[in-house]
């Protein structure tokens, strides 16, 4: 390549080829995360990540936190150490998937219709692969970060981050020492407005989470008599409740700000009475964004008695809640009143909603970077429905945002391959995706 080439574009243009070899390579090292600690863990990818890293000159440190439950973390310094820091984050897990069910074997990485196949394709090795890329060959040409980088390959984040982020926050703060904001997954990626326009999707909120078990206590006894205090029964109700209860829309300042955003897109007026209807034009994201608008609460296991003919003492229920930024207390006042006094409440796993302002410098550069690339490119804030490690390293006052680039074909249901089946990126979204990054890194 021409020497009169500048150095960021060689650099994009080397790690472009090397970041699908790297997301093959992850995408075949099965980090399945049952929630129990009965998967393979992430010790066999957090070693290959590693050993990457050491490559080039970096000195990773590796964490287990449960036996396979590993994480690793590394720090890149930057021109200028006397600025905060940033985070760049991904995690290393991945849900199950079964096999039958997929087109392609879900850990083998294969490279079809130009996309590369697999669990973790975009849930997120993909980004993984990106950072490895983009620091690999920066740091081969000498080529410095503006500030202090932390690369962070976590576990667990697909059972909320126990063993990850979170254990790492709780047990290792220091390496964090200096950072003030975070970059990772969900956000970054292309709805397509028409042949000139994208918009590319920021994630800077993100709904609380409340994964809650239910359970109602009453009199065991022998199935063939009046049974009035009847645990099951009383469950049941409670989980109706909630499962019909259907919560008002609340228009967050984010939530607001991107169908704002998507209707001026469109040359239509936003009707802030009729957010549905601006949600339904939305295809592939409209269930994503849809869940959004409101509190969720959805009974997802149910568990009493062992026999039919005994009337168990005990019955549980679990309910996946998601709660919107500032709304907790609400959120909650709800539920208990929907489950009435005779069930108990109890948290599986508890974690906060987050909300970060747009337009600071962080979210400029990125839509800087993204124009670079995609002069049809137009930044937006939007809100996660699910969760992210971002809110483990919350607790240490630490900003975070969604950007794990990606130019995406119209027609492709993104959103609905995030623990879906036949999970898959396109090829050249990665290569975009790198060569964002970089820029983004040159500037953040």
């Known amino acids: 390549m021409s020497d009169l080439v500048p150095a960021a574009n060689r650099a994009a243009h080397d790690a472009e080829h090397e970041v699908v070899d790297l997301c093959r390579d992850l995408l075949r090292i099965d980090t399945s995360n049952p929630g129990d600690h009965s998967g393979p863990g992430e010790r066999a990818a957090a070693e290959y990540v590693a050993e990457k890293l050491a490559e080039v000159g970096l000195e990773p440190q590796v964490f287990e936190s449960h036996p396979k439950r590993t994480s690793v973390v590394a720090r890149i310094a930057g021109e200028d150490p006397g600025r905060d820091a940033l985070i760049l984050h991904g995690h290393l897990d991945v849900v199950p998937a079964n096999g039958a069910d997929w087109r392609v074997d879900p850990f083998s990485g294969e490279i ?3 996309c590369l196949w697999g669990r973790g394709a975009v849930d997120m090795k993909d980004m993984d692969a990106m950072i490895l890329a983009v620091v690999r060959q920066r740091l081969r040409e000498g080529r410095k970060p503006p500030r202090d980088v932390v690369l962070a390959f976590l576990a667990d984040e697909e059972a909320g981050g126990k063993w990850g982020a979170g ?6 703060p220091e390496l964090f020492e200096g950072v003030t904001e975070a970059v990772g997954e969900v956000g970054g990626f292309s709805y397509t ?10 994630e800077t909120a993100e709904k ?3 994964w809650m078990r239910l359970v109602a206590e009453g009199r065991a006894g022998h199935g063939s008599m009046v049974a009035r205090d009847n645990a099951v029964t009383e469950l049941a109700a409670a989980v109706t409740r909630i499962g019909q209860h259907e919560f008002p829309i ?4 984010t939530v607001r700000t991107f169908l704002e955003e998507v209707c001026a897109a469109k040359g239509v007026p936003f009707d802030p009475h009729d957010a549905e209807s601006v949600v339904a034009g939305l295809e592939s994201i409209a269930k994503m964004v849809g869940a959004t608008l409101r509190h969720t609460a959805n009974p997802t296991v149910l568990d009493a008695g062992y026999k039919a003919n005994v009337i168990p003492q005990t019955a549980t229920a679990q309910v996946d809640g998601r709660f919107l930024p500032g709304l907790e207390d609400e959120y909650f006042a709800t539920i208990d009143e929907l489950i009435g006094p005779n069930v108990r409440r109890e948290f599986i796993h508890h974690d906060v909603a987050l909300e970060s302002d747009f337009g600071g410098a962080l979210t400029t550069a990125m839509a800087d970077a993204l124009r670079a690339e995609d002069p049809g490119a137009r930044a937006v804030p939007y809100c996660l429905s699910g969760g992210t490690d971002a809110k483990s390293f919350s607790r240490l006052g630490i900003k975070g945002y969604g950007f794990a680039p990606l130019r995406l074909p119209a027609e492709l249901d993104f959103a609905g391959m995030f623990h879906g089946i036949d999970e898959r990126v396109p090829v050249d979204g990665l290569k975009f995706g790198v060569r964002v990054l970089d820029r983004f890194l040159d500037v953040s």
């Open 208 to 210: 609380g989470l409340a």
């Open 167 to 172: 254990w790492l926050v709780n047990n290792h």
């Open 250 to 253: 609340q228009l967050t300042k």
């Open 112 to 114: 079809e219709d130009g």
């Open 193 to 202: 407005v028409d042949d000139d326009l994208r918009l590319y999707m920021i």
